[in-house]
């Protein structure tokens, strides 16, 4: 390509960028740039660098470093000014936009709680075999009732009754032989000389608490 062509490539690709920065008024770097443009208009990202910088040299676009990046922007001085009817349609459209915005985010709450139930919940093959290993437990409890029915050795309620009785009655047996038991070897130890365990184990006496035996409840 001659020096003529290049130029006047350079000049064309200055020029798109300066409408763009002027139209958008917004910060942008060098690949942002470029990438949003190459498509419409086919610049390569070498002649986009190499424009923003003669832009930025001529003093026609701003540029601010940060880092090793740097972004170019619109001087705000160049651009016409904005009438009071003009900066009230902005204001306007601002209120607009923050509405929109509320309301979208209020939406994108709502979605979120939606979406976070609806990972908590049961999948519909989970609740399928749910319900089927639910249905196995209510078969096999109906089986074992069926038979506890059909049985014919239930206890009838004389028989409960006489149970109880007799268990009540040797509840009470036993509580009265360990007391008679234990007074009568404490009075024992009360002349023995040496400690209770010794003479136990000499005696060879085994207690409840030994065998880990305790009274029964009271059916």
């Not at 130029?7 to 690949?31: C, D, H, I, T, W």
């Not at 509405?99 to 939606?114: G, N």
């Not at 029915?149 to 009754?161: G, W």
Request: aromatic letters at 6%; a neutral charge.
């Amino acid at each position: 390509m001659s020096k003529g062509r290049e130029a006047a490539a350079g000049g064309g690709a200055a020029a798109v960028l300066l409408r763009y920065l002027r139209e958008q008024n917004r910060p942008y770097s060098a690949q942002d740039a470029f990438g949003n443009l190459q498509r419409e208009h086919g610049l390569g990202k070498a002649a986009v660098v190499k424009a923003l910088e003669q832009l930025a040299q001529q003093g026609r676009v701003r540029e601010k470093a940060y880092g090793k990046q740097k972004i170019y922007f619109a001087d705000q001085e160049q651009l016409p000014a904005a009438s009071d009817a003009e900066l009230r349609g902005l204001d306007g459209e601002i209120a607009t936009r923050s509405a929109q915005l509320q309301a979208l985010q209020q939406s994108c709450r709502h979605m979120e709680a939606e979406l976070k139930d609806l990972n908590s919940s049961m999948t519909t093959p989970e609740i399928a075999r749910e319900i089927e290993a639910l249905r196995k437990d209510c078969a096999s409890c109906t089986e074992k009732l069926e038979r506890i029915k059909s049985a014919t050795n239930h206890v009838t309620p004389e028989e409960k009754e006489k149970v109880c009785r007799e268990q009540q009655l040797y509840r009470r047996e036993w509580r009265r032989r360990k007391r008679m038991a234990t007074e009568l070897l404490d009075a024992i130890l009360e002349g023995y000389p040496k400690s209770k365990k010794q003479f136990f184990e000499e005696v060879g006496i085994e207690t409840d608490e030994d065998h880990g035996v305790v009274l029964p409840a009271t059916v």
